[in-house]
């Protein structure tokens, strides 16, 4: 194919961009840049494979490559597309190393958003992987390939290739048939996603990424700073007993690796996905209520002000104030364990310091 050659008089072919069949061109149209891709499919899917990139061309959003031209030229289609200046997350990730949670949930907002404008379009893309989101210099991640046939698939498709390439952002590989273990919420979120059951609500996918996007686990924070003060505990405590009444039924997923704390401090938990609890922060009853649930915050809260999980015999050392409150949340017995509202008054005395 000749550097010369263009593309419905307009679209001067210039070199390969990767290792794909996609090219750069010169839309001297426009006076621009675009990437333009020979469509292939086999002679009996042509026409629907044109309808389907036709309807992309009216897909706008701020994280996809847009498709903005489709020709034929001597009988072949051709995509024409914007033409975005970054690195394909595969590239990004074997030749550098697995991304950090952050930025890999920052990605993962980036194409979910994407896709969920996508399905509200009736556009299914298909073929999400590592190597159609491009992550740019300015830390956006953008989603490339729409236009190609969907092959009939489901939105819920879309969801599992996103987890699916999530995982291979933190993991350098694939989930395959086994998906990385950690109680982590981000790897519990995409098991969750990759469930055969189905993936979580899209609304608990999009709350959980755009909490870790920004926010950081109460036992990274605990790792990273040591035990915190009573008083800020008792904040956090506060923070996680309000999802619990809002909750309104048994959570289930108490536990440091689910409580998101941002840099102010204000902390958040997040939706119950799949993983459950992890034993140190299950109840001795191994019951699925709400008492259980103020067993399992009562864990938490002494992880944090600790820097340790309970255990049989174990001191408060650090706890100062929020020692009593923490001494009726762990009782063995439910019966003596605090209402929600008495909780919250003891700690919100340790959180101002009345206590």
Known sequence: ??????????????????????????????HRDVAVRELRVPPELRESALFEARRATGLRHPSVVRVLDVLIEGGVPWLVMEFVSGVSLEQAVRSRRPLPVAQAARAGVCV?????AAHGAGI???????GNVLLTATGRAVLAGFGAPSLSMLPSADLWSLAATMHFAV????????????????????????????????????????????????????????????????????????????CGAFHGGVQPGNVLVDDSGRARLTPLLRSGTLPAYTAPEGAATRAADLWSLGATLFTAVEGSPPAPGAPLTRA???????????????????TMDELRRELLAVATGRA
């Open 1 to 30: 194919m000749g550097e010369s050659r263009k593309l419905s008089g307009r679209y001067r072919l210039l070199n390969p961009l990767g290792a794909g069949s996609v090219r750069l061109a010169f839309d001297e149209a426009e």
């Open 112 to 116: 979910l958003s994407a896709l969920t």
């Open 124 to 130: 299914v893309h298909g073929r999400v992987d590592p």
């Open 171 to 246: 993991e350098g590989r694939p989930p395959g048939q086994v998906p990385a273990a950690g109680a982590d919420p981000f790897r519990s979120l995409i098991r969750a996603m990759l469930h055969p059951a189905g993936p979580p609500p899209v609304e608990v996918v999009r709350e959980t990424l755009d909490r870790l996007a920004v926010d950081r686990p109460l036992d990274a924070v605990v790792e990273a700073s040591g035990p915190l003060p009573p008083a800020r505990v008792a904040a956090i405590g506060l923070a996680v007993l309000d999802r619990l009444v809002a």
């Open 320 to 338: 100062g104030a929020l020692a009593p409150v923490l001494f009726r949340l762990l009782s063995g017995d439910p019966a003596h364990r605090p």
